[in-house]
């Protein structure tokens, strides 16, 4: 059997092309069916699955043995002849269900254990504590690398589209220092430098305005964003989202950018999608509020259509809220500038309530898959903000001192979105839940089940982290 | 001047095809000089610079006032009408030289301070701290900016050549459990589970290995990595490596897979790179370490020449080394499969201090820019490892239970690589430390100056994550 060494491997999917001939291929047994002395595998791989006659004397001497172990999930490499199906037996609903390999030879890479769900049904209907401790079982499902593949495919058109746009993928620090306003922060002890903190960060918000100022003028990035929040079914301790900014851009240009983006995306990457309304409709948040009650209204004709997706965008929130101490908090973004007919407002802290941001959401479905804003890059009025917020001038400099000093070499006006890629993806792949779409995610309350994190750590390491966990 | 509003900008680069018409140029002062009542200043833009001519009586009002304050980095819109430039005018050394831009009107966007230090000179003669505290100016510099595009066009030559190859990128976690093995880790305290600790990731070395139990087959994922290890000249808390994973290969698969890698990527991406030989030369470690003295040999034969680049693969690392206390540590990465025709002492435990890895790593002029093995996919073979390395068996089921279970399900035989990404662009770009191809890159003692990392952390919120410094 030296000859068998020689094949280069098919794929599954191949083996349609392939009758007559000897292939070698390498998968896993997806099912075994026994009919007296005949056996059948169904064997897959990532492309798909094919049929497998075992004919004990077709067989090696190994594939003899072989065929006697063979259970699910088994990863097996098999040698074999493509032949045709008969005409009732072909087999309409697999791609490959033309053909079927007859088995010269088996080798077994690896036995399985009986798998601790079935693999073969949908996995959503599964326990979903027990297909997290096995995801790397779970994953083995097609709908699963289907997910993955999609995820992988819809990223990749966002970095080739912003890359023909003259945008630069730039990767700013995960190990950083927090932001005193926004979500609570994940702390990470710095051992160099006892009783200090990194702090992980919630987006690259600074860094990407910060590489505005620096003159790089189109910036993205696919960025990992860290939030500590009580988990809800659509929040994830991180998430994912493409970052981008622009220098000298106005509103306009921001949301025409994004809005081909994903029309084009849509296109390209889901052509069985059907976009309810291009130019995606604009609400603003008093519009949204009155006629929806909420301010990402799911504004779908036909909500039992899965296919159709109603993009619309949310702008003109107001800028301050008040806050529960009776003073000024804001409702987005501290960096971003007021509409520029609100300007004179904020300059002299008057009708603080009426000040509307730049703000833009934008929304899908009911919802929101993204947000931006116009940025403050004046020093002088993005100060104002800070003192409306009720920040001492001591406070101002500690906290964001960096920030005004920067915008006062030169600041370009600027401003930019943070599309989200995981609700993304699960609409698209008509999920109910973003975990269907991340490889690994965190249950409800922040576990990795399969890896056992978080986990105590032994003393030493505490020590070095000049840290001690307080009872 | 209402026609003004209605050019579109163009970049300082396109200038020199619209000779004789009215351009809108938007950018930063990179230099100004004064003739008697003539202005000249040099407009940059991130596509290059031009010179603006300013005559007062030539300028609009605001324009003229403009002329008065502008100075270096002032950011500025001008409007204006390109000139061809007389014979003796001509600067050969600019891709603009052959055209200037009669100013009409100027727009102040923001003022600047005077910078820190000079933009215009190689800022790498510059006090180290000043830049990294100001890098959102040093980043203004021409090399720094060419720098960080190129990172991005390798990291996307990367990413198109592995999708063409059938590879699909997938993020795998942040926040995850530890790795007992290896270099020290950063410390997430886990809000949410009193005593608990996230631990951010050395590498996604046990992720990618579950996914190809998961049956994906190949994978990659831009990947950043973080160790708290002392720093050195070219370490820095977190890098980036191109992380990838594939199945049913052998090392001779990885190995070819990833030299057409890089043989393509210096074609595509830095053409006036020379690679000294291809296929690239291997070398055993006992080779390297008896003919060099070292595992990451410089092999160029002319090291005065800045475009020559020197890869070799250097292969058969001993797997067990002999440890402090007398035991046996691993050499590079216990999940590695010894060579085959080592597995029989490793089964046996025998001959350990010659049992060979499958290890191979890729050095590039004296750098070592990656390394990868084909994996221990048989759990048996895998827990002799452990048993080496001198772990009882209920700390191997502690520590490494959830990879022994997983390759328990028909694990494939699978290898990978992880080339790293700052090494190779500081390489490519003729850089002497990776900081000079890291957009925000940490001192020797892990601060980040501008952002003023790490940063005390007030008391509410060490509460809330269950910790409290140790004094």
Redesign the interface.
Known sequence: MLHVIMLQ?STVIETTKLVGQEVLL????HGRRDMGKLGFIDL???SGMVQVVLVPAELSSRGQEAMKDLRS???V?VTGVVKPRGEKQINPDLPTGTIEVLAKDIEI?????T?PFDLTSDTRAINEEVRLK???????SERM?RN??L??RV??FF?DFL?KNGF???????????TPEGS?E???????????????PQSPQ??KQ??M??????YFQMA?C?R?E?QRGDRQ??H?QFDLEM??VEREDVMSLIEELYVELIKTVTPHKRIQQVPFPRLTYKEAMEKYGNDKPDLREDKNDPNVLAFAWVVDFPFFEKAEDGGWTYSHNPFSAPKPEHREWLMEKKNIGDILTTQYDIVLNGFEIGGGSIRN??PDALKKVFEILGHSEEDIQEKFG?MLE????????HGGIGPGLDRLVMILTNEQNIREV???P?TG????L????????EEK??????????K
Chains 1, 2 share one sequence.
């Open positions: 491997r390498k998968g896993w047994v897959r791989d990532r999930e088994y990863c490499a890479y690896n036995p399985s254990k798998p096995y995801r790397y079982l779970d994953l083995r690398q993955l593949v995820r992988d990223a990749q970095r890359h630069v993928e730039i990767e700013t620090p995960y190990l950083t220092k927090g609570r994940f702390l990470v002890p710095a051992r160099l430098h006892q009783g200090k903190f990194y702090v992980l600074q860094f910060l590489m100022v620096a003159g790089m003028e189109r990992r860290f500590d009580d301790p991180e994912t220098s000298f890059h004046e960096h920067a915008f006062s070499y030169g600041a370009p006006p991340i490889a690994f965190k309350d922040a576990r990795d399969m890896m056992g994190a978080p986990s105590e750590i390491r505490l020590r070095e982290a000049h840290i001690q966990i307080k």
